[in-house]
């Protein structure tokens, strides 16, 4: 049974009062919603990357790898051609479109795992992949704007630019989250409320520590998560309860800040809405799979098609429309509302069926996924 996940309801609301309550967006402004989308994805990676935990992330390390950086350029490339050839879109449009649509989301893939028994590695695969390949989209998408608007800007560049966001992200993640294994050592006393919003801080602090020296602060809060993993104590309870609720508000924050960026007048022109759907149907049935297939040689049939059909598209995707709008790429508004067709149909159809495919393929399990 096809059951309707809730980012879907939210995204499509909040879309619908933008569009025929237009004050709404004008009050917000583009760059203001960014932003905070932005503190939204930050708590949800962060999050991610402690459930992830660095034994499950080793156990998963090489397909989590792989299908997160190889994967991401593959699914760009798939899409882009197949929009160009296809549907006839201009190159360096189609190349923005790709990046946008290429990774998968934190905030729907946690969401939908985290009250599902799923066996094997899949759910650390699935989890690891979307917080990866989301630092892995951003570069590239940011990269592909600047040269879809600066005619001089070279593809070299592009990928030097991904290089570096990633190995700087990565090592200033990895020193961050070892100096909050320290700080937060199960040896020493629960942290009191300063002590643990101070802890909270840190997270905020590293992105923008790691943005400003040139790097991905998602993929280093992402990181951080991982490598602090069971650092937080059981017995901190206000830490508890930052981490079970705050990436759930995330996840809303994040899918009403970005519906309201959508004027669904939009969808009818240049056959946005038809564009959408052959590329939801063409991503999902054919790109994922041709991209998942030899990547995940490791894992057996049934681990490799629940991965295929899991790869869901959500905030990321959207929030990236939304870069490329403010961005100045042209015709933009065509594309953020491409990205919301497929989206809202990746979380209909795919999320929705989730469980059914799960229960199909025999992946359903008896016990979730430990954290940590």
Not at 247 to 275: C, K, N, S
Request: charged share 10%; with cysteine.
């Amino acid at each position: 049974m096809l059951r309707v996940p809730a980012p879907a309801v939210v995204l499509v609301a909040a879309a619908i009062a933008s569009t025929y309550i237009a004050a709404i967006r004008h009050a917000l402004g583009l760059h203001s919603i960014e932003h905070v989308v932005t503190v939204a994805l930050i708590v949800i990676l962060f999050d991610g990357g402690l459930h992830l935990g660095r034994r499950r992330f080793r156990e998963a390390a090489v397909p989590i790898v792989v299908l997160g950086a190889a994967g991401t350029f593959a699914t760009t490339a798939l899409i882009a051609v197949t929009s160009h050839l296809v549907f006839g879109l201009d190159w360096r449009f189609s190349f923005v479109l790709g990046a946008a649509l290429a990774p998968t989301d934190p905030a729907v893939v946690f969401s939908l795992l985290a009250d599902r028994t799923i066996q094997g590695r899949t759910p650390a695969i699935l989890e690891g992949e979307s917080g990866f390949n989301d630092p892995a989209g951003i570069a590239l998408l940011l990269g592909f704007v600047q040269l879809a608007t600066h005619p001089h800007h070279s593809v070299a560049a592009v990928f030097g630019t991904f290089a570096l966001q990633m190995a700087v992200g990565c090592a200033f993640g990895i020193v961050a989250g070892l100096a909050l294994r320290w700080l937060l050592h199960p040896r020493r006393p629960a942290l009191d409320v300063v002590q643990s919003l101070t802890a909270l801080a840190a997270i905020f602090g590293l992105y923008a520590v790691t943005t400003f020296a040139h790097g991905s602060g998602f993929l280093a809060v992402f990181v951080a998560g991982i490598v602090l993993d069971e650092a937080a104590p059981a017995s901190n309870r206000l830490m508890e309860r930052i981490q079970l609720n705050l990436p759930r508000l995330g996840e809303i924050v994040a899918f009403v800040m970005l519906g309201i960026t959508i004027d669904l007048h939009t969808l009818p022109a240049a056959h946005a809405w038809l564009i959408g759907l052959g590329l939801f149907a063409l991503l999902t049935f054919i790109m994922r799979p041709v991209v998942c297939v030899p990547l995940l040689a490791v894992l057996s049939t049934r681990e490799t098609a629940f991965v295929a059909w899991a790869g869901l598209k959500g905030a990321v995707p959207m929030l990236l429309g939304a870069l490329a709008v403010s961005g100045g790429v042209p015709d933009a508004a065509r594309l953020a509302a491409i990205v919301f067709v497929v989206v809202v149909m990746s979380i209909v159809v795919q999320g929705g069926a989730l469980t059914w495919v799960a229960r199909t393929l025999r992946l359903e399990g008896t016990a979730g996924p430990s954290r940590g």
